[in-house]
């Protein structure tokens, strides 16, 4: 079972607006990331959350909060975002050994009006 | 110099032929090594993952490493017009950040 799921599929917010990204993996993965892909370009590397902590931030913007509550589950809390923030956000979980592949999520294509 | 650099594309084959994908990496460092399809409007999905210098095979894929020359092919055998798709090439490196090249997208005409 190689199985991450994200929620919800699609999401429509104002720039006033506070949303929730949600993804769940149930694989015992111990690293778990969020991604930003823009179309027609690679995906983008935003958090890395290692053993339930943050060890990588890429310089996002704080608009972006990430949060693992436990090694299952990570979110993305949104707020006060910009139309340039419109993508589909991926995550993705591996074996928080460093070196092994990652899995990815269906997205969540957000659209920002 | 970008991270991880491929050969930019579109490649256009067709069915039943080879496409033959390239990716060169700068970080030396570097010790694990993916492609991933992505269809379009879809996630990308893991279809092969090499470690070791070599050739690695799994069906109609191969994937090859050389990390003398910092260089990672994907070769596609007997190609389908259901491989059409980016091809997005993927390195871990020293710092343990999976990196991705810009991907090549292939067309399989049938």
């Known amino acids: 079972d190689t199985e991450v799921t994200q929620t919800p599929k699609h999401l429509v917010m104002g720039m006033t607006n506070k949303k929730s990204l949600k993804c769940e993996q149930h694989?015992?993965?111990?690293?778990m990331y969020w991604y930003k892909q823009k179309a027609k370009k690679p995906p983008e590397l935003m958090f890395v959350?290692?053993?339930?902590?943050?060890?990588i931030n890429e310089s996002v913007p704080s608009r972006f909060s990430p949060e693992c509550p436990n090694s299952s589950l990570l979110n993305l809390h949104l707020h006060a975002l910009q139309p340039e923030d419109s993508a589909l956000y991926l995550c993705a979980s591996s074996h928080g050994d460093g070196n092994t592949e990652a899995f990815f999520g269906q997205g969540t294509r957000l659209t920002v009006v | 110099q970008k991270e991880v650099e491929q050969n930019s594309g579109p490649l256009s084959v067709p069915e039943g032929a080879i496409a033959s994908l390239n990716c060169t990496y700068s970080?030396?460092?570097?010790?694990?090594f993916f492609w991933y399809r992505q269809y379009s409007g879809k996630s990308p999905e893991l279809i092969m993952s090499?470690?070791?210098?070599g050739d690695k095979e799994d069906g109609r894929f191969t994937a090859q490493l050389n990390k003398a020359s910092q260089y990672v092919s994907l070769l596609i055998r007997d190609s389908q017009p259901s491989d059409s798709a980016t091809y997005l090439c993927a390195v871990i490196g020293g710092d343990y950040k999976l990196s991705f090249g810009a991907g090549t997208t292939v067309t399989v005409r049938a």
């Open positions: 090499i470690y070791s210098n």
């Open positions: 694989m015992g993965h111990r690293a």
């Open positions: 970080d030396r460092g570097s010790q694990s």
């Open positions: 959350y290692s053993y339930e902590k943050l060890s």
